[in-house]
């Protein structure tokens, strides 16, 4: 099956500093990749949808200009949480469309990259 | 605007006794639904997916689910529960076309021995 990779794993840093997470397809190329966002015991949020190439597209209520997106390669796409605050702290998934042309495809999810913030 | 809602956060079985997880769903078009399993500290795995095709949706690990249009529901349900099975179960939509998908609160599955 497809498979979404994340690094790093997890992440502790400094309040103030800068973040960057990366999500690779490992044995497909991803038009679209999206990251979302894990508070504990709750659901995911989607934050941002990532076309390679273009702009990411942001949902209400994420700071486009905190979480800064990048999809460079079909097989490449990162998150760059900038002065990260304690508050940033979280799970942040990505997931990646394989598109195969249909309005069905499905998303693989990455193993997900745990952010603590002090 | 299209939404799931898993009617059960924390479910509790005895091993090898049946799983139902529920699901009911909105959407104003045809829906493309999907059961996803997150275990501890680890990524989602798609369990199954509808997409209009067969109602009755068998996934991997022994889970199946039935989309049933009158009742805009999706259940997840498993004959005989297994340890491994304990985890976090999303039910998701995805409206046809759409690139988004719209994920349930979740319902915690716990298996006793």
């Known amino acids: 099956g497809a498979v979404v990779s994340q690094h790093p794993s997890w992440v502790i840093c400094k309040s103030g500093t800068s973040v960057k997470i990366e999500c690779r397809s490992l044995?497909?190329?991803?038009?679209?990749m999206f990251w979302y966002r894990q508070f504990p015991k709750q659901s995911l949020m989607l934050m941002a949808t990532?076309?390679?190439?273009?702009?990411?597209?942001?949902e209400q209520g994420v700071e486009k200009d905190k979480f800064l997106i990048n999809h460079a390669s079909l097989t490449l796409s990162t998150l760059t949480v900038t002065s990260a605050h304690p508050e940033d702290s979280s799970f942040y998934i990505c997931?990646?469309?394989?598109?195969?042309?249909?309005?069905?495809?499905?998303?693989?999810f990455g193993p997900g990259t745990r952010l603590t913030v002090l | 605007a299209q939404s799931v809602t898993q009617l059960d956060s924390h479910v509790s079985v005895s091993e090898g006794t049946p799983v139902l997880l529920r699901c009911n769903y909105s959407?104003?078009?045809?829906?493309?639904l999907f059961w996803y399993v997150q275990h501890p500290n680890k990524g989602l795995q798609l369990l199954l997916k509808?997409?209009?095709?067969?109602?009755l949706v068998k996934g991997i690990n022994g889970f199946e689910a039935e989309f049933k249009k009158s009742e805009t529901s999706f259940h997840l349900t498993k004959p005989s529960a297994h340890m491994s099975d304990a985890a976090e179960y999303f039910c998701?939509?995805?409206?046809?076309?759409?690139?988004?998908?719209?994920f349930g609160q979740g319902t915690r599955l716990t298996i006793n021995p």
């Open positions: 997931s990646a469309r394989v598109n195969s042309g249909g309005a069905t495809d499905t998303q693989y």
């Open positions: 044995d497909f190329q991803a038009t679209t």
């Open positions: 990532s076309n390679e190439g273009s702009k990411a597209t942001y």
């Open positions: 959407s104003s078009y045809s829906p493309s």
């Open positions: 509808y997409t209009s095709a067969a109602t």
């Open positions: 998701v939509v995805s409206v046809r076309g759409a690139q988004k998908l719209v």
